[in-house]
DNA sequence: TATATACCAGCT
DNA sequence: GCTGGTATAT
């Protein structure tokens, strides 16, 4: 198809990155998904996708075989040239952002081989890979998961923007009807003062709205605030891709409410570490459900630290070392809302009717799962990694200040 | 060191 | 009642 009127071609295709579920499947909860009126064509786009990030509005685009962006920008407007140099900006973001250096359909071969409860989805729910978010924004929005589900979180994420963030700019939509105004996510200095909790609490983030203004607080009282661009805190944090993932996960369980699971999440999805699966109820019932963990299929067994370790290690020998990578595929498969997904049409005009099973319920045969003796009983010489990590983790935080 | 409960809000 | 958990009290 023709590159749409204002954008940049990008060959990509869909096996290597599916926007329509990466984008939706509850790594970000920042990007507007706007219909496109009446796409004849089913190789045209069906939606498009903005994101507003510090001095810009990234829009994409995607056919079966590229991926199409633009930038937009507050007035004034960037000269031709200016342009230019903007867009090569934008591009250097979306090879960072998506991770494109990393080939997708290999990975998927790989877990395939490993594992054939992957095999069942591999087909269906191509293109999903890892985002490489910003771990401000990443932090902040995962203690708003708790008890919550993707709706709301997106909710309350925009929310957030709107309420502590001046709009950049404001776009039409793709009828031309109606315009909406884009906002960056707010820096850690604006969520620090006290007020911010009632406020939060006004806006319906519940017991979460002390977390996040209290997690604010406490990076910038140690790493203080500058004038311009990203502040100390967002800086710091980013440097935690640098350490170890024991030690990158230690700092992360300092603040108020952290836990693993949304540690885990952040490590993930904006440190780097691939290996790493966050393990919550939905994930625990996978493991129920296909790699032999008792429990029940429907009942609500509480997730202990032991447990978390137990799941964790399990699939982590099963995945290798991206892992974390194949948590999500497997997470995105048995969503509700993409009961109706597939790769190859993954916006259908009319959507079906959700079911009530998961795909990964109603698609695959259930494996022979033997009661599984015991999975510590190897020490699995390819990932050793966090043997320590628990008991060192757990004993640090026993002996950490948290302020009251 | 291991379980049990409260916590906001919104939806079923 | 339930939900992509965490903090706190036993």
């Known amino acids: 198809m023709a590159t749409p009127a204002g954008f940049q071609a990008l060959p990509l295709p869909l096996v ?16 507007s998904i706007l219909p496109l009126p009446k796409p004849s064509d089913p190789t045209i786009p069906a939606q498009e996708y903005r994101l507003c990030l510090r001095d810009r509005v990234v829009c994409l685009q995607q056919s079966q075989t590229a991926l199409f962006y633009r930038s937009a920008f507050p007035e004034p407007q960037p000269s031709p040239t200016q342009l230019q140099l903007r867009e090569a900006e934008t591009l250097l973001w979306l090879n960072d952002y998506f991770q494109l250096n990393i080939d997708l359909p290999k990975l998927y071969d790989e877990w395939a081989a490993r594992d054939s409860v992957f095999s069942g989805v591999k087909e269906r729910f191509g293109g999903i890979r890892m985002l490489r978010q910003d771990p401000w924004e990443n932090l902040i929005s995962f203690i708003c998961s708790s008890n919550n589900n993707i709706s709301r979180i997106t909710k309350m994420v925009q929310s957030l923007c709107t309420q502590y963030s001046p709009a950049l700019l404001s776009l039409p939509d793709l009828s031309g009807h109606e315009t909406h105004s884009y906002h960056p996510f707010p820096p850690p200095s604006s969520l620090a003062a006290p007020s911010v909790t009632v406020t939060l609490r006004s806006l319906g983030f519940g017991y979460r709205a002390e977390y996040i ?19 100390p805190s967002e800086l710091w944090l980013e440097s935690l891709r640098g350490l170890a993932t024991a030690e990158a996960r230690t700092e992360l369980l300092k603040f108020i409410g952290v836990g693993r699971k949304v540690a885990d999440c952040v490590l993930l999805m904006s440190l780097d570490k691939k290996e790493v699966i966050p393990v919550d109820t939905h994930v625990h019932q996978i493991a129920i459900k296909h790699y032999g963990f008792k429990g029940l299929l429907k009942g609500k067994s509480p997730m202990t630290p032991k447990l978390y370790e137990e799941v964790n290690s399990k699939l982590v020998r099963i995945w290798g070392d991206y892992a974390g990578w194949a948590h999500s595929v497997l997470f995105t498969s048995d969503l509700k809302s993409f009961a109706s997904y597939s790769v190859q049409n993954p916006t259908p005009s009319a959507p079906v009717k959700s079911s009530k099973r998961s795909n990964l319920e109603s698609l695959l045969p259930t494996p022979p799962t033997t009661p599984s003796p015991s999975p510590l009983k190897r020490k699995a010489s390819a990932s050793p990694p966090e043997s320590s990590d628990k008991s060192a983790g757990l004993a640090d935080r026993m002996k950490r200040l948290r302020r009251k």
């Open 213 to 231: 203004q209290k997690t604010a607080k406490m990076l910038v009282d140690v790493h203080g605030t500058i004038e311009e661009g990203r502040e």
């Open 16 to 31: 290597q990155l599916s926007l329509a579920a990466v984008l939706k499947c509850g790594q970000s909860f920042r990007w």
